[in-house]
């Protein structure tokens, strides 16, 4: 069983920084794909970076520039730094961990962009 811990969401203004982070913990197959997902209200759930155990990383475009992903493999962590946050980046956002077929999600975390 895997479990996947997310911290960081928060209320912040137009231009702002957040910072995410996730922590697995379980039986976690070394090989594996880590990411973020989001889903805003009304609106399907939509991938936003992914970073494999390689370092491969992919980005929603409307997040490129702005948003990084990162990971730290010896404790089954992935971030992701957010810069020059719209009010279209309101949403929950989920960590993500697909490994040996499966996918895993945490339980969302709430960013609202606001003034």
């Known amino acids: 069983q895997v479990q996947l811990v997310e911290s960081g969401g928060d209320l912040v203004q137009p231009g702002g920084s957040l910072r995410l982070s996730c922590a697995a913990s379980?039986?976690?197959?070394?090989?594996?794909?880590m990411g973020w997902f989001r889903q805003a209200p009304g609106k399907q759930r939509e991938l936003v970076a992914t970073?494999?155990?390689?370092?491969?990383?992919n980005y929603l475009d409307s997040v490129k520039g702005r948003f990084t992903i990162s990971r730290d493999n010896a404790k089954n962590t992935v971030s992701l730094e957010m810069n020059s946050l719209k009010p279209g980046d309101t949403a929950v956002y989920y960590c993500?961990?697909?490994?040996?077929?499966?996918?895993?999600w945490g339980q969302g975390t709430q960013v609202t962009v606001s003034s």
């Open positions: 379980g039986s976690i197959f070394s090989i594996n794909t």
């Open positions: 970073i494999s155990s390689g370092g491969t990383r």
């Open positions: 993500w961990l697909w490994a040996s077929g499966k996918n895993y």
